[in-house]
């Protein structure tokens, strides 16, 4: 049997009708499927990755933010976050909550990681968060 492999952009487009489809629940799934222990690994690894004054972060897969909020929550408070998602589901979620928190550190973009790999900007630390891996 033969397998097509799909272009740069089907696959981009597929990855985010899939997220699209599952943002809205996206959070309460993240809980149920870990067993309540998402939120303890995202703490530690912002705990970890913690960042110092005037640093920016690129979170690749931002989701709903949970990570991003995390290491912002753990970092100083000049350090700024660039969250880059394909799903514009997600996106809307994050922006969502950057408003609600009346907070300007987080800049959520749509874009795919691999259109954010290229180019001149840099980052001080990058993370590619998935509840679940270790
Ligand atoms: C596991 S989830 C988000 C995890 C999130 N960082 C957290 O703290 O829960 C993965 C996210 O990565 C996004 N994603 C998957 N492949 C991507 C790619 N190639 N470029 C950008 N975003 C991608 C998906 O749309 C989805 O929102």
């Known amino acids: 049997m033969k397998y097509a492999v799909p272009s740069p952009e089907d ?7 899939m997220f699209d489809r599952v943002a809205p629940r996206y959070d309460a799934l993240n809980r149920v499927l870990s067993l309540g222990r998402d ?7 912002a705990a970890v990755a913690r960042m110092g004054p005037r ?5 690749v897969g931002v989701g709903t933010g949970d990570l991003a909020f ?5 970092s100083d408070p000049s350090v700024r976050v660039v969250g880059v998602d394909l799903s514009p589901l997600m996106i809307d979620a ?4 950057a408003a609600a928190h009346l907070d300007p550190r987080l800049a959520p973009l749509l874009a ?6 290229n180019g001149n900007a840099t980052a001080d630390a990058s993370s590619a968060a998935k509840p ?3």
Not at 39 to 45: D, F, H, I, L, S
Not at 94 to 97: A, L, N, P, T
């Open 94 to 97: 994050v922006r969502r909550r």
């Open 132 to 134: 679940g891996s270790k």
């Open 112 to 117: 795919s990681a691999v259109a954010s790999a």
């Open 55 to 59: 640093e920016i972060a690129l979170d």
């Open 70 to 74: 995390g290491l912002l929550d753990a």
């Open 11 to 17: 696959h981009d487009r597929r990855i985010a009708e």
């Open 39 to 45: 939120a303890g690994w995202r703490r530690r690894t």
